[in-house]
């Protein structure tokens, strides 16, 4: 019988739209995954960059380091969709106000 499989754990896949590189991140981004998060989203050259972390359900140090750098890289490009938990832990870290982070 087959009872279908898993839901991977980590995923990032990229989307390009002219100039407009979308990254979609689900599970969950740690020290394993971090880096993978990091140059997905910097492997295509665009002029705008969205990092869309709406299906990401763990978010730690190594995830905000990531995300930190990113942002260095692509100031005035990256857009960061959150989920409640990625939210949550950037408000902890203090970064809850950048201007890449919109709203959940």
Do not use: K, N, Y
């Amino acid at each position: 019988m087959d009872q279908g499989a898993a839901p991977p754990v980590f995923s990032a896949t990229a989307e390009v739209d002219g100039e407009h590189l979308r990254v979609v991140v689900a599970g969950e981004v740690d020290m394993a995954t971090a880096d993978t998060m990091f140059q997905t989203a910097l492997r295509e050259p665009a002029a705008r960059v969205t990092l869309d972390l709406r299906a990401v359900t763990f978010f730690d140090s190594a995830a905000i380091h990531a995300l930190v750098r990113l942002a260095q890289r692509i100031p005035d490009a990256l857009t960061v969709l959150p989920s409640r938990q990625v939210r949550r832990v950037l408000d902890i870290s203090g970064l809850g106000e950048q201007p890449w982070l919109r709203a959940d």
